[in-house]
């Protein structure tokens, strides 16, 4: 019998699926910076360490006015509105579970359906409503157990809440983006454009909104976990990510990208002893199966 052979696309997206659940690990241990700060390091070492070998490839690639507002968007969308805000929501577990954080952000293939609707001129399947419905319902009872906000720390939880779903709202929306892109640009051209212009934008905002000084209180472990990012969790993550990206269908991506909210559920209950109550499993489940519905309603074609 002739044993299928599991798309190389696959592999790279579970990949750095499991890199990203990592992630909020070492991201958790910079919560004395500044979300902006860390955002601006971790791009700035990342591109410093991926520029020697993709700067060929930059060199060749000859890019439309389009491309370039594809890049800038993604940049800003991807690079800096996603990651700060799930940035923030990791540095305020103390309202929010870690793991709440990631089955959140797994909102962000309604996001990306949505986006590639507009974008696209896709039409939206009428079942979609109906799962997309699904999905927030389950998410409010997987960030409040048993659908009770606790008055004590309510309003924390809410925040928190709110800014991994912006993060889910704007990778979301950057998978639309990135998938038009990529069907011109290589991965590590994209990659290195996206740590440029991220970086680049950042600076200013650290400077002029008040965090200057965070950019001088870094500590040698600090800038350690920045190089650790960026060559695991981050800047390479997001390489193999791009590579898998290119070579699999979107709808097929987002199924395989729910490796790391379940991985993040284990990391959660193993190093932070926290668990989630019996309404909060459910929840989780059928989140993720609205999600697994939505992926599956059809092919974003791009």
Known sequence: MQIKKIPIGSILIITAALLWAVDGVIRRNLYSLPPITIIFFEHLIGLIILTPFVLKYVLKAKLTAREWWLIILIAVLSGLLGTLWFTTALLKVSFISFSVVFLLQKLQPIFAVSTASVFLKEKLDKRYMVWAI??????????????????????????????????AFAWGTSTTFSKMLLGKVRAEVSTFYRFLFTAIIALPIVIFFGYRASLFAVTPLQFGLFVLIAVSTGMVALVIYYKGLAKTPVHVSTILELTFPFVAILIDMTLYHNFLTVSQWVAACLLIFSIYKIAKLREVQI
């Open 134 to 167: 699904l999905a927030i319902v389950s998410a409010y009872f997987v960030t409040f157990p048993n659908g009770y906000i606790n008055l004590a720390t309510g309003s924390g939880t809410i925040i928190a809440a709110l800014y991994a779903l912006g993060a």
